[in-house]
């Protein structure tokens, strides 16, 4: 693999001790990190070396819970009256649009998606798929998008009963056994189910049981909306968190997103088990469905991350995101600025830890050389007292002039050069209108 020389740098470390280098350097060596040094290190003997000019260089940024299935969809508006409420949401547009998606879909949502995260910055995604008619093999043309682009991934498929009794089991099975053989770091996998309400007994328990076998983690939506609650209450018996914990899903490699109607014994729970929490906190607002008891979880010592479910890429912009939205909830001004912070630059890197083996998330010898270098021009002084400052009101809007992913440049001056980007955003374009014509006709 190639080496290469960063300098001239303004490093963000994700450090507590030494959070920020004013003016630093770092070598990169068969996709690691090799050194980080304040100022010039001797100039080693490496392919290519790289003056930064003064801007501000991050660990690649990490999305905890995305749905890139859901490119395809920008633009598109549901027939009729706006969709009212979260089932109309899912009944209406997204259960609609994945049913319609076909194998090139999958490719090309996931290409054209990466690419938009690569753009921002984004270098590892965590994913939950679904494509009821093209289960078989859609993470395969998922993790060949990946390959493709140079990112790192997470993948699962959405096990539910709503178009047939456990559908996405054996796709989960057959990719996550396909990636302990290949002991690939790139890609990895978790197994994937949807949400309770669309879970049944039989299926919650073949899930359940195929996971621990394989010693997967798993991915869950839950508490996303009312409705989840309430059809578990009445069909099961039994409260959304419990459920999972009955069935052997929750546990400290397992992820689950949303958690909005999560009470505060089921997120007691949430800590006994070990298992990690994602709040998505622009696409919540979008769908008009409140906010993640964000605080309350972290004061419980919960592993709290931050997604962004199928929205975009723009890691920073959802931490601001997130500042906001629990600031308005709570009416305290006086609240969630370090706790967004700190989901952004630590919590999102320790997350992937639990399935990836090479760390991420930090510009430290060892770690994988996933870099965002961002045009950030500092109108305060910038230092380690104030970056989360920075973070959260300056790099939302910063453009990112070079990602390097695993320690390879995938894009600079704004050019991802090892692909076909006019043909794939040509194809794309394509497949979306005959996929919103698809969507239609199920109207």
């Not at 801007?55 to 009212?84: D, E, F, M, Q």
């Not at 998330?361 to 950030?376: C, N, R, S, V």
């Not at 990112?400 to 043909?423: C, F, L, N, P, Y």
Request: hydrophobic residues 40%.
């Amino acid at each position: 693999m190639s080496s290469l020389y960063l300098h001239n740098a303004t490093l963000v470390t994700g450090d507590t001790e030494r959070p920020l280098i004013a003016k630093g350097s770092i070598l990169v060596r068969d996709g690691l990190i090799a050194v980080v040094a304040s100022g010039e290190s001797d100039h080693p003997q490496v392919d290519r070396s790289i003056d930064c000019g003064g801007a501000l260089v991050v660990p690649g940024w990490i999305n905890a819970h995305h749905h890139l299935y859901s490119t395809l969809a920008r633009g598109y508006a549901v027939p009729g009256p706006s969709p009212k409420g979260f089932m109309d949401i899912l009944e209406r547009l997204w259960w609609k649009l994945d049913r319609a998606l076909t194998a090139e879909d999958v490719y090309v949502s996931t290409i054209v998606g990466l690419m938009d995260a690569v753009r921002a910055g984004c270098t590892t995604v965590i994913d939950h798929h679904a494509s009821p008619g093209c289960v078989d093999g859609s993470l395969d043309v998922m993790a060949q998008a990946f390959r493709d682009i140079g990112l790192s991934g997470c993948l699962c498929y959405e096990t539910s009963d709503r178009n047939r009794e456990g559908e996405g089991i054996e796709e989960n099975i057959r990719f996550l056994e396909a990636c302990r053989k290949s002991d690939d770091d790139q890609i990895t996998g978790l197994f994937g189910l949807h949400a309770s309400m669309t879970l049944g007994e039989k299926t919650l328990a073949r899930a359940a049981e195929a996971g621990q076998a394989l010693g997967a983690g798993f991915h869950v939506h839950i508490a996303e909306g009312e409705a989840d609650g309430e059809v578990t209450r009445e069909r099961y018996g039994k409260e959304l968190f419990s459920r999972f914990v009955e069935a052997g899903i929750a546990g400290p490699t397992s992820l689950f997103a949303h958690g909005i109607h999560l009470t505060a014994r089921e997120l007691d729970q949430m800590k006994e088990t070990g298992s990690m929490l994602v709040t998505n906190p622009e696409s919540n607002q979008n769908n008009g469905l409140g906010h993640t008891p964000l605080l309350e979880a972290l004061e419980r010592g919960i592993l709290c991350g931050l997604g962004t479910d199928g929205m975009c890429c723009a890691m920073p912009a959802q931490a601001r995101a997130a500042y906001l939205i629990q600031r308005a909830a709570r009416r305290d001004s006086s609240v969630a600025f370090m706790e967004a912070a700190t989901l952004l630059t630590r919590n999102n890197p320790a997350i992937a830890r639990r399935w990836f083996k090479t760390p991420r998330g930090k510009l430290a010898p060892g770690y994988q050389a996933d870099l965002a270098i961002h045009t950030y021009r500092p109108i305060t002084p910038l230092t380690g007292d104030t970056l989360a400052g920075h973070l959260l009101f300056g790099l939302p809007y910063a453009p990112v002039k070079m990602t390097i992913a695993r320690g390879r440049v995938v894009m600079e001056d704004g050019m991802i050069s090892h692909v076909d980007e006019e043909q794939l955003l040509a194809k794309s374009r394509e497949c979306a209108g005959a996929l919103w014509k698809r969507v239609d006709a199920m109207s």
